[in-house]
């Protein structure tokens, strides 16, 4: 058999196809579409601007309403299922069963608040969304997963790219939300429920592993969306501050929405001129004559029997996964699912990570009630998620490509940016306990970026130690960890302690509390002692992680990036010799 690369077959006849099938098919138009959806994955942390309208249509007291937060911070981290799906399945599955899932549970919730059903149990508003947040592991493995195995080699910058856009979400759907429904809270529940789900079934053919080989600009590439995401967020802080000096008509959100929407398809524009670009060369390249390279299926025959005698030479070496549990490799190598789970790097990561997000998720959820309770108008309510929102973005975007910095320059362990993150987070968590003036302002922003650089600096410690071979169960696994901390520093002591000062407060007013009435608190006592109990809590998930950067120092002095240039390397070299073989064969047919 004779294949020619010159003008009939390989790369060129897809180039026929032409420009819009290019950009469609390419790895560009994929991370633009990931940057969209992870741009939604984020709705769980705006739970503040709709949370009070449950608990009032519904006359749900705060130790319940934080119950129902426990469940919608256990629905966006319980990712094991989904994780142990996309091991067998393409992404665009996963991604259609998380867009299911938002549908389903938002919309219900949206009927039980607007009264279009009757009143629902509290299990079943617990289930409802439980399902709607579940949405979220689901997408980041199917975006998300995806993009690092496309991109290995950039993972610090990728999940700082992509995380940020998911950070900013709270802070783009709350202008969009004003544009759309003005001040009706309720609607809010709606625009969650259809937004994200229509996201993801718009580019489920797009999201998929894609074996090309890595290209030099494509680095460039994720920088340029970084640049379009700084100035996206820069927009929305000025929008910000210029809604706690001015109050916005609808339709001055709607001038602010547009310029969002703008700001986040500008991406697009980035992606259609480097197709163009690389279209281009390729049809001069076409047009240049150049010499008719041949191989032969003798060859490629040859080339399949020697994969196939190594491919069963590994597998006679294969053992059972349960009796090398706790016989795990070399950090950085490809661990088994069991070989992580019962590691003692990883159960250092588990506690830290229940410490350090279970309190941020803490405040992210009760940033309504807090702000309630210490005065704060109401308008003020939405300035503080917004800013939760952005510096969520700014904690992901800085951790991600400093962390990488700080690896690739100067081998500073990835670990100890954690330890540090959650060190910064106990000043927010006194800042409110104590109620400095103007405190929440502050805590917002320290508490956004100390959330939002914790996942990935997560996701990246996680892939770095534990191998990409596992990853998208793995990383899920790890974030099991944030519902256990909501649970149990929102729940049971936030929640608890709340509700023991509202019936105190209310015993002393004389006041008798209706059947179906929620229970308000007012004054710094509400949440004081809870956050100390939270800061304390969230040191000593400080000091875990100290462990585990002790423990990791010697691994991150490596290069832990080798075994991806060595495996590039050795693909280039079979390319070259496959050229050479070709040119030979070529003139023995001359």
């Known amino acids: 058999m004779v294949v020619s690369s010159g003008g009939g077959g390989g790369p060129w006849a897809e180039m026929k196809g032409g420009l819009t099938l290019q950009i469609l098919k390419g790895r560009r138009f994929m991370m633009f579409g990931s940057l969209l959806i992870m741009n939604t994955a984020g709705l769980s942390y705006i739970f503040a601007l709709y949370s009070s309208e449950i608990k009032s249509s519904l006359g749900y007291d ?15 981290n319980i990712g094991i299922i989904s994780g142990l799906i996309n091991e067998i399945t393409p992404p665009w599955v996963v991604l259609a069963m998380g867009a299911g899932f938002n549908f389903f549970g938002y919309f219900m919730i949206w009927l039980s608040v607007t009264g279009r059903v009757a009143k629902p149990h509290v299990w079943q508003m617990c289930l409802y969304i439980c399902l709607g947040s579940n949405s979220q592991p689901f997408v980041n493995t199917g975006a998300l997963v995806t993009c690092i195995k ?4 950039s993972r610090g910058v990728l999940i700082g790219v992509l995380k940020g856009y998911t950070g900013l979400s709270g802070a783009v759907i709350t202008q969009l939300y004003h544009a759309i429904y003005g001040d009706d809270a309720k609607s809010l529940i709606l625009l969650i429920a259809w937004l994200p789900a229509a996201i993801c079934l718009t580019f489920l053919r797009t999201m998929r592993i894609m074996k090309a080989p890595r290209q030099p600009n494509e680095l460039k590439l994720l920088y340029n969306f970084l640049y379009i995401s700084l100035g996206l967020a820069g927009f929305l802080m000025i ?34 001129r480097d197709e163009y670009r690389l279209w281009k060369s390729k049809n001069e390249a076409m047009n240049d004559p150049s010499p008719i390279k041949v191989t032969t299926e003798e060859a490629i025959s040859n080339g399949a029997s020697t994969i196939s ?118 000043i927010g968590h006194l800042l409110i306990a104590f109620n400095i003036p103007n405190g929440i302002y502050f805590a917002s922003v320290i508490i956004g970026f100390c959330f939002g650089a914790q996942w990935p600096l997560l996701f990246a410690i996680i892939s770095e130690i534990f191998g990409l071979k596992y990853y998208s169960t793995l990383f899920n696994f790890a974030a099991v960890a944030s519902p256990i901390g909501s649970y149990l520093l929102n729940v049971r002591v936030t929640g608890h302690l709340y509700d023991k000062e509202a019936e105190k407060q209310m015993v002393a007013s004389g006041l008798i509390r209706k059947v179906g009435e929620d229970l308000k608190c007012n004054g710094v006592e509400c949440f004081k002692l809870s956050f100390i109990i939270i800061a304390a809590v969230t040191f000593s998930g400080t000091l875990v992680s100290f462990i585990l950067v002790l423990r990791t120092r010697k691994f991150y002095k490596s290069d832990i990036y080798k075994k991806f240039s060595e495996n590039e390397n050795q693909a280039q070299t079979k390319t070259v010799m496959a050229g050479d073989g070709a040119q030979l064969v070529e003139a023995q047919v001359r």
């Open 62 to 76: 705060q130790t319940t309403l934080n119950l129902i937060s426990f469940y919608k911070d256990l629905g966006a």
């Open 150 to 153: 496309n991109f290995p080699e």
């Open 309 to 426: 005698v190594t491919t069963s030479a590994q597998n006679k070496k294969q053992v059972s996964c349960w009796q090398t549990a706790f016989q795990p490799p070399d950090r950085g190598e490809d661990y088994t699912i069991l070989q992580a789970l019962f590691s003692i790097d990883m159960l250092l990561i588990f506690f830290a990570t229940i410490c350090g997000l279970g309190g941020t998720l803490t405040v992210i959820d009760n940033l309504g009630q807090i702000g309630a309770s210490l005065g704060y108008p109401k308008q003020s309510i939405s300035t503080f998620v917004s800013l939760v929102s952005i510096w969520n973005y700014l904690g992901r975007v800085v951790a991600g490509i400093t962390s990488e910095i700080f690896i690739t320059k100067y081998k500073i362990p990835r670990t100890l940016m954690l330890t540090l993150t959650l060190l910064v987070s106990c």
């Open 239 to 272: 929008i910000i501050i210029v809604e706690k000096r001015v109050t916005f008509t609808q339709s001055e959100y709607g001038g602010s929405a547009a310029m969002v929407l703008f700001l986040l398809f500008l991406p697009l524009a980035v992606v259609i």
